[in-house]
């Protein structure tokens, strides 16, 4: 082809791009401004969420507000000094995590292998995160996984790639992935011996969890009486002591749901109370532009909003 041809055949090939590209701009909305909606929903204030774009909190508020001129709903809603996401923008979050991270990591793919560290509790790394894991593996086989599993927090130095999945307060810090509930749970055998009437209830039988939100159930429920059974420091080990025939626990349906699933327990009592805790996912601020730290963010993102539909959607058999 001659340089004439050549230089007609370029300009050819970006009138046609030009077209798709103005036609695209009518069906999507910015990509600038989706970019500032996930990560003000994903970090819970346009504070962080600018700091982290490198922009004032007002630019931040300005792609929300066009965001949602462009889809007709509201995304977020102020509650007291604090902005709060909406059904609506939940769902959008859900959406879009996936979407976001693939385009980041086409842009800038992670080298060929990269580790992630991981820092959670045991409980919820053997209910939870191992159930799922595989399909994380599947979409990111590069990557290595380290798994910890520990009560206290892990500090690595700046910039390493690890992410946590913890259960506590949301003002304590962290995304909310969902939220959970309490309940209590015993084995078929021996929820049937004991009844339903929690004021009944033998003291013990009661097993307890050294750190959880037992008496909170326990007084909505009208239990008259402390728990004297076994306690532990581990809500698994918790459970497995219900699976055992040892007692009744309270837990969090999260991580009971496997077991009540399978028949293994059965829930002793109709009460189904929110908990004052959720399970987070805490990113520390330097690692959070990391391609792998934002491709398990996503995909967790992905996981708890089926998670979150799950738990809303039990009831007892």
């Known amino acids: 082809m001659s340089a004439r041809g050549a230089q007609h055949a370029s300009e050819a090939f970006a009138h046609r791009l030009c077209r798709f590209l103005n036609t695209m701009r009518d069906r999507l909305p910015p990509l600038f401004s989706l970019q500032a909606f996930e990560a003000a929903a994903r970090l819970g204030n346009f504070s962080r969420a600018a700091t982290e774009l490198h922009l004032t909190p007002g630019a931040i508020s300005r792609q929300v507000r066009q965001l949602e001129d462009w889809c007709g709903q509201t995304l977020f809603e102020r509650v007291g000094n604090q902005m709060r996401l909406t059904a ?4 959008l979050l859900a959406r879009l ?3 976001l991270a693939a385009l980041h990591e086409a842009v800038y793919p992670e080298p060929e292998a990269a ?3 991981i820092a959670t509790l045991g409980s919820l790394a053997r209910a939870w995160l191992l ?3 595989d399909r994380f593996i599947a979409a990111a086989p590069q990557v290595r996984l380290v798994v910890q599993t520990d009560y206290a927090l892990v500090r690595p130095p700046p910039r390493v790639a690890l992410v946590a999945l913890r259960h506590g307060r949301p003002e304590d810090g962290g995304e909310v992935l969902f939220d ?5 749970v015993a084995t078929p055998a021996l929820s049937a011996r004991l009844g339903r009437d929690a004021a009944r209830w033998p ?5 307890s969890h050294v750190t959880g939100d037992a008496p909170l159930w326990l007084a909505e429920a009208g239990a008259t009486t402390t728990p004297q059974g076994p306690a532990f420091n581990d809500a698994g080990v918790t459970l497995d002591a219900a699976e055992a025939g040892l007692g ?7 991580l009971a749901l496997p077991r009540l699933r399978a028949g293994a327990l059965v829930q002793a009592h109709p009460l189904l109370l929110p908990s004052p805790r959720a399970n987070l996912l805490v990113i520390r601020a330097d690692a959070a532009a ?3 730290v934002k491709r398990f963010a996503a995909w967790a993102r992905q996981e708890a909003a089926q998670t979150a539909a799950d738990l809303k959607a039990w009831a007892p058999a």
């Open 203 to 207: 003291a013990g039988r009661l097993l």
């Open 290 to 292: 990391l391609p792998v």
């Open 248 to 254: 009744l626990a309270v837990t969090r349906l999260s």
């Open 97 to 99: 995590g996936g979407p």
């Open 180 to 184: 959970d509930r309490l309940l209590a």
């Open 131 to 133: 159930p799922r894991l």
């Open 88 to 91: 609506e923008g939940r769902e």
């Open 115 to 117: 580790t992630l560290q």
